[in-house]
């Protein structure tokens, strides 16, 4: 008799393509409704003047508003039935979409929002300001309805259901530290310049804009990571953009920034008068980064040590950060020996090798001091905690070494093959590579020696593992209590000195504290004798002992 089969593989790929469709088509037509209802608020506020609203734009603004809208509530009818019973592909593709386009309205009202009302402190030079209410009040209105959808039981998602909130917090977070910047960077050129002072044309003006958009960001930062509860949250996703943005991030910022001031200050790169240019010029920027990188980095480097992160996202972010010094330490010390070839090389002033060392050293130092401070190359450390970092930075390393080698045989062979018409010498021409040939090697020699020796106190461990566990005595406890209550004996189970046997009896189960009680009496007792035992816990957490023999 013939049977037939239905095309699984067919039937799969369309279960996985179908979710996909529709909600790449839903975030689509949201975008639309949005650009559509912007538009037609900023029709609106004009009075649909012809003169400052063009037929075009009324006939997009209708458009996008009268198509889009329906087009858009018909198909979120049809993915909110799906979503009532979701399987775990749908529920996680609905999540992306709906961070997706939470994200992307966001980011657009906000920013309009603030944008209007920094325009009353500091009016645009356009004077137009029906765009930016327009846009504020329609991203808006689709902003909302899209946090209503992630936030209300019946159709928030299952699969990364923080994701939409972890987004927008990161997001503010970045807008709070560009504000930060901005503010700082206003008031410290009102103080450090001579003709921007409180009573000039622009200052005050534009750091009062600065602290507007800082008050704002600050207030949608602060609803996100307290009142939406992100800081509590604990999920990969949130923990990642911890790392990258809260972390990772300010903390690249401030080793750059606070680099380029101390190059500005080595002694030997610039004269007092051209020193005190630079820092008019841009060290109130530069300044205001150091200071705003170090708030985020602090701030959530506190988080972190809070107790609100579990102790494998604190190594990783510690190794993270140790990754991140000792990659600016690596490109500061290509940068010194570059300089130190460049001060040998005839054709290079001394200004500019001077600089290159000033800015290689601040690198360095800066480098050298988080990369000592978060990996703690002088500390003993498990070796399972950074086996995959210590390889990740052998390979990048190794690769970065390979590429210069390659560059500095190709320059090697481009100076011979050419020196007819060339002026500079061999060295100038090979310094660069041979500068970051010698600290990536450096760096990929220093971690493959690490991971061998990890590799080795590894192996070495698991051996004396092994024979401490054939060869020592374990020492014998037999505990009698209620059956019920046999878990509470994990702790004691787990001890690899000791063998031990629940036997049950009779009764119900023991209460909390009459465990926590037992558990304490037999700890105890094991620390003052040294032989077997046997426990009999009673009903009121007293335990009855009786050595073995």
Not at 132 to 142: D, S
Not at 171 to 180: D, I, P, R
Not at 237 to 245: G, T
Not at 395 to 404: F, R, Y
Request: hydrophobic share 55%; proline share 4%.
């Amino acid at each position: 008799m013939a049977t037939t089969t239905a095309p699984a593989p067919l039937s799969r790929s369309g279960s996985v393509l179908r979710p996909v469709i529709l909600h790449g088509l839903l975030f689509i037509l949201l975008m639309v409704v949005a650009t559509g209802l912007a538009a037609l608020l900023t029709a609106l506020f004009h009075g649909f003047d012809a003169q400052q609203v063009s037929t075009e734009q009324l006939a997009m603004a209708w458009a996008f508003s009268l198509v889009g809208i329906p087009l858009a509530w018909l198909l979120w009818r049809s993915i909110r039935k799906r979503l009532a019973h979701p399987a775990a592909f749908d529920s996680a593709i609905w999540s992306l979409q709906a961070s997706a386009a939470y994200l992307a309205t966001l980011a657009a009202s906000s920013c309009a929002a603030l944008a209007v009302l920094s325009g009353l402190v500091a009016p645009s030079t356009q004077g137009a300001w029906q765009p930016t209410l327009g846009t504020a009040l329609g991203w808006g209105a689709v902003c909302a309805w899209q946090h209503h959808q992630v936030v209300v039981a019946r159709t928030a998602p299952r699969q990364f259901a923080h994701l939409a909130a972890a987004v927008g917090n990161y997001f503010s977070m970045v807008l709070v530290a560009l504000s930060l910047v901005a503010t700082l960077k206003a008031a410290l050129e009102i103080l450090v310049r001579p003709d921007n002072t409180l009573a000039g044309p622009t200052g005050m003006r534009h750091l009062l804009v600065a602290v507007i958009w800082l008050a704002g960001a600050t207030a949608l930062w602060f609803w996100h990571w307290k009142l939406r509860r992100v800081q509590k949250m604990s999920d990969p996703f949130n923990d990642i953009l911890l790392i990258a943005l809260g972390l990772a991030a300010p903390a690249l910022a401030l080793l750059l920034s606070g680099a380029k001031l101390f190059s500005w200050a080595w002694p030997q790169a610039w004269t007092a008068q051209e020193r005190a240019g630079l820092f008019l010029a841009g060290g109130p920027e530069l300044l205001a980064i150091v200071v705003a990188a170090a708030v985020i980095w602090i701030y959530h480097q506190l988080q972190l040590r809070s107790g609100l992160r579990s102790t494998s996202i604190v190594n990783a972010a510690r190794l993270v950060l140790g990754g991140i010094g000792l990659a600016v330490l690596a490109t500061g010390l290509g940068m010194v020996v570059n300089a130190l070839f460049a001060a040998i090389a005839a054709s290079v002033t001394v200004e500019y090798s001077a600089g290159l060392l000033g800015h290689g050293l601040g690198l360095l130092i800066l480098g050298a001091a988080v990369w000592v401070a978060y990996f703690k190359p002088f500390k003993p450390s498990p070796a399972d905690s950074r086996g995959v970092y210590l390889v990740l930075f052998f390979g990048a390393s190794s690769v970065v070494a390979l590429i210069s080698l390659l560059v500095l045989g190709y320059r090697i062979f481009e100076y011979y093959l050419g020196s007819e018409t060339r002026l500079d010498s061999l060295l100038d021409t090979v310094r660069a590579p041979l500068g970051w040939l010698v600290a990536t090697a450096a760096v990929a020699g220093y971690h493959f020696v690490l991971w061998r020796a990890d590799k080795q106190s590894k192996a070495e461990a698991s051996g004396v593992s092994a024979v401490d566990h054939s060869s020592v005595t374990r020492r014998a406890v037999i505990i009698v209590g209620p059956a019920a209550s046999e878990p509470m004996a994990a702790q004691l189970v787990a001890r690899p000195e000791l063998s031990v046997t629940w036997v049950a009896s009779a009764g119900p189960a023991l209460d909390d504290r009459a465990e926590v009680s037992v558990l304490a009496r037999i700890e105890e007792y094991l620390d003052c004798e040294s032989g077997p035992l046997l426990a009999i816990a009673n009903d009121d957490g007293t335990v009855q002992f009786t050595d073995l023999a």
